[in-house]
């Protein structure tokens, strides 16, 4: 069963977030269904108070935007996706209370020497933590500016004793119907699974991001660490990592299994490669009212271009 595909960029992708109030996305057909079913055993709520909690020491990192003005922290929190929350851009504000971000191990797979088990508190001291204030691109047409924490996600791969036949990894997001109401539902072939080159991961830009605005991951942003791709539409950025496997081809993902013909492996930020069913020229900052250009790679050409040289990016979409 597939009744998900992505939805088309309807009014409340194209309004800002503060304004488009009641209107629903394509999918609240959907969430309305699967509510008369369940209501009340999803938890649905308006969310539950959140603990904030400041890093003691992040030191401004490389690659920053500087120039940029940060998208405000509430629209970065309240409006985005988060599947395994519900199918609305404010299900994961109101729904990811219930992920329980303690105890935390990420286990590593695949074409490595010996399996491995991580703990995010050792994973947060592996190195100085880093401020990357990084432009970022959903395929479905909006764009933030988020300064992220985290650190290079060369730091995991590093640790991990990959063999010499690792050529692209995985990276496994929780998937547990306890916490995640949404996962009982196959829209997506759970877990949500995003994979990357392994030269890409091991890319300087290439962060696993621990928090953003100088604090720990909010849990709607994928706490407590995920994967952070800024020259890539959102989608690659895999939240609330669980497992990390090495594998030696190509894998699937769960974006070009639900539509091999609308998702790519790669899925490069790419103004001039529109998607099966919209444009890519154009992006619209949260918070913001009119729309700009889209830059190749997400403005992050002169750094992974080089990543690329040779193929042809109109096939390797
Ligand atoms: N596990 C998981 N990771 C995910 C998603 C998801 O639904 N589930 N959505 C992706 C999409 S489409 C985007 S645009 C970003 C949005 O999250 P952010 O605003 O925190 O970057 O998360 C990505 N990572
Ligand atoms: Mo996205």
Same mark, same amino acid.
């Given at each position: 069963? %597939? ?32 509510? @008369? ?24 990192? !490389? ?9 405000? $922290?509430?629209? #970065? ?5 988060? $599947? ?8 994961? @504000? ?44 959903? #395929?479905?047409? /909006? ?18 004793? #990959? ?19 949404? #996962? ?5 072939? /759970? !877990?949500?699974?995003?994979? %990357? ?32 791709? !800024?020259?890539? $539409? ?24 639900? @539509? ?46 080089? %990543? ?10």
């Amino acid at each position: 069963m %597939l009744i998900l595909h992505r939805p088309d960029p309807l009014p409340s992708e194209i309004t800002p977030p503060e304004v488009y109030g009641a209107r629903r996305s394509f999918l609240r057909s959907l969430s309305v269904g699967i509510g @008369a079913a369940s209501f009340g055993l999803l938890g649905e709520s308006h969310g539950a108070p959140v603990e904030r909690v400041r890093f003691d020491t992040v030191t401004p990192g !490389p690659f920053s935007a500087v120039d940029e003005k940060p998208t405000p $922290y509430t629209s #970065v929190t309240e409006y985005g996706n988060f $599947y395994e929350f519900g199918p609305d851009k404010d299900s994961p @504000a109101r729904n990811a209370h219930r992920l329980r971000t303690r105890p935390w191990t990420i286990s590593v797979e695949g074409e490595i020497r010996r399996p491995k088990t991580f703990a995010i508190e050792d994973i947060l001291k592996w190195a100085p933590l880093e401020e990357r204030i990084y432009r970022m691109r959903c #395929v479905e047409g /909006w764009s933030a500016v988020i300064p992220w924490v985290g650190i290079p996600l060369t730091e995991l791969i590093k640790r991990c004793e #990959v063999t010499g036949n690792a050529k692209f990894v995985e990276f496994w997001s929780l998937a547990d119907p306890e916490q995640m109401p949404y #996962v009982r539902f196959p829209f997506l072939d /759970w !877990p949500y699974i995003e994979a %990357l080159r392994l030269d890409e991961a091991m890319h300087p830009l290439a962060l696993l991001g621990l928090g953003m605005y100088g604090e720990h991951m909010p849990k709607q942003n994928g706490a407590p660490l995920r994967v952070v791709v !800024p020259w890539k $539409y959102g989608f690659k950025g895999a939240k609330s990592i669980v497992k990390v496997r090495f594998v030696e081809k190509q894998p699937p993902t769960v974006w070009t299994k639900a @539509a091999p013909d609308e998702y790519g492996f790669y899925s490069n930020v790419n103004p001039d490669v529109p998607h099966k069913r919209w444009s890519q020229s154009h992006e619209r900052r949260l918070g913001e009212f009119f729309r700009r250009k889209t830059q190749p790679f997400n403005g992050y050409g002169d750094q992974v271009a080089g %990543l690329y040289a040779g193929m042809d990016l109109r096939k390797n979409f």
